[in-house]
């Protein structure tokens, strides 16, 4: 079974809708993260979780909200989607205690897509 | 601000090819640096970094070396295989543990 799953896999969605992703994890790693890749621009950070209450806006926040319901547990929702949301979006984890602390493990990714 | 450049794709070689996928980087003090890579339909896998300068990182037969004098750090593979094509992503941490990508550069690999 994957240590990073991510539900769903695909979405298709409104113009206005709220939308909600969800990322759960197995690894027991503290820390996770929300990241968006478009083509020609990379993954781009969205919002960080370094534990349970401690959450962070990353550098594309805007119509974006996160919910670190445990630590295995991280959301992201669009309140109120528009078309230029549409990307895959991943999430990641990373152990802060680990000697690889530095290293992020992805889930498969989401790919939204908004009409 | 830190960011991370790496060449355009598509880079399309034949099998057995030598394989090199530019990053140079800017950023304050010493970042971490890492190559990731994402096969088809799959999330990002690490697959080498190095922390400090001249350090090199490897694995699966891919190669890099922290080179701080020209700020780089670019991918190497001697001979690559049709199973090596997929995206290839530079990225650098430095402070906090937030990572900062490249582009991304696809690489297509042909018998």
């Known amino acids: 079974d994957a240590d990073v799953t991510q539900t769903p896999r695909n979405r298709i969605t409104k113009t206005g809708k709220r939308i909600m992703l969800e990322c759960s994890q197995t690894?027991?790693?503290?820390?996770m993260y929300w990241y968006r890749q478009d083509p020609g621009l990379g993954l781009r950070l969205i919002y960080y979780?370094?534990?349970?209450?401690?959450?962070n806006k990353g550098e594309i926040s805007d119509g974006y909200s996160v919910s670190r319901q445990a630590q295995a547990k991280f959301s992201l929702s669009l309140e109120s989607a528009i078309p230029n949301q549409t990307a895959l979006y991943f999430c990641a984890t990373s152990d802060s205690t680990s000697t690889s602390y530095n290293e992020q493990f992805f889930g498969p990714g989401t790919r939204l897509t908004v009409l | 601000g830190d960011s991370v450049t790496q060449m355009e794709g598509p880079v399309t070689l034949s099998e057995e090819a030598f394989l090199t996928i530019n990053c140079t980087y800017t950023?304050?003090?010493?970042?971490?640096l890492f190559w990731y890579v994402q096969y088809p339909g799959e999330g990002l896998q690490l697959l080498l970094k190095a922390t400090k300068a001249d350090d090199k990182g490897s694995n699966k037969g891919f190669e890099a070396t922290y080179r701080k004098e020209t700020t780089s750090f670019h991918l190497e593979k001697g001979s690559v295989q049709v199973s090596d094509s997929a995206v290839y992503f530079c990225?650098?941490?430095?402070?906090?543990?937030?990572?900062?990508f490249g582009t991304g550069t696809r690489l297509q690999v042909f018998p």
């Open positions: 990225a650098l941490r430095r402070g906090t543990d937030k990572l900062i």
């Open positions: 950023a304050t003090g010493y970042p971490s």
């Open positions: 690894k027991g790693h503290d820390r």
């Open positions: 979780s370094f534990d349970v209450k401690d959450i």
